[in-house]
């Protein structure tokens, strides 16, 4: 058997099998995504423009740089990431969710890569990026630290990784679960399950036992007041997202 089958869990597969045509409706399933979206890509541009000295403000500031978003979903990350000027690869295990992307790609005038596929069989095929963008996808994998593994294989030398999930605590049970899954209902019920979260501090070993140097951490932080999210340099106590670079 392959490797490209070792950490793909066919449950979590068909739960956003299931989703795939509502990636789009910032109302729909995907809600809490659109809502965090914003800030999680004013993280993600921010560590790329950093770390490749690039300058926002200038057109197409990513011109140049290979991204891969691993567990693209809909296209929510893809999309800007190729509005910037990058060329795209948006890969995703569920197989429903490819064309949902492709036909809003093209339907928003962007040329994007997307592929059924899995971060194992790109590495086995010998696809390398500058950057490769993991978010919200290593607390549905089988075997995190053999995924990100598989990660740190796909950046070139110098490649930077940015990787986003969910703390595991009773905030982040009482949030991320019951919050959102049922008192809110933004996502469907058993979309998470609890002990596959994972700590800051654990992830940050398993990103080092993978052969990546962590740089930073933020939390996201979601005010019930404004009804909006926004970093923090000291609460990741439920949702959280990391940079690491790969040794050049």
């Keep these: 058997m ?33 809502m965090l979206n914003p800030c999680r890509l004013g993280y993600i541009t921010s560590q790329i423009a950093a770390e490749f000295d690039r300058d926002l403000n200038s057109e197409n500031p990513f ?36 064309p949902v992307a492709q036909v809003h790609a093209e339907q928003s005038g962007l040329t994007i890569d997307y592929r059924h596929t899995t971060a194992e069989a790109l590495a086995d095929a010998g696809e390398r990026f500058d950057v490769v963008l993991n978010m919200e996808v290593v607390e549905h994998v089988a075997d995190p630290l053999a995924y990100l593994t598989a990660c740190q294989t796909l950046l070139k030398p110098g490649g930077l990784h940015i990787c986003s999930t969910i703390n595991r605590n009773a905030k982040s049970f009482a949030m ?14 058993g979309t998470h399950e609890w002990n596959k979260f994972i700590t800051p501090d654990e992830l940050y070993s398993l990103i080092e036992k993978a052969g990546l140097t962590p740089v930073d951490r933020k939390g996201f932080v979601f005010n019930p007041v404004s009804w909006q999210w926004s970093l923090s340099a000291k609460d990741m106590s439920v949702n959280y997202v990391t940079a690491s670079v790969k040794p050049a």
């Design 176 to 189: 991320a679960i019951v919050g959102a899954e049922y008192v809110m209902r933004w996502l469907p019920k």
């Design 63 to 98: 011109a140049d740089l290979r991204i891969l978003d691993i567990g693209c979903g809909g296209g929510l990350l893809s999309e800007p990431m190729a509005r910037l000027g990058a060329e795209v690869v948006g890969a995703d295990a569920a197989g429903g969710n490819i």
């Design 2 to 34: 392959q490797a490209a089958q070792t950490t793909i869990d066919p449950a979590e597969v068909a739960k956003f099998e299931a989703m795939a045509a509502e990636w789009w409706d910032p109302n729909g399933k995907f809600k809490p995504l659109h």
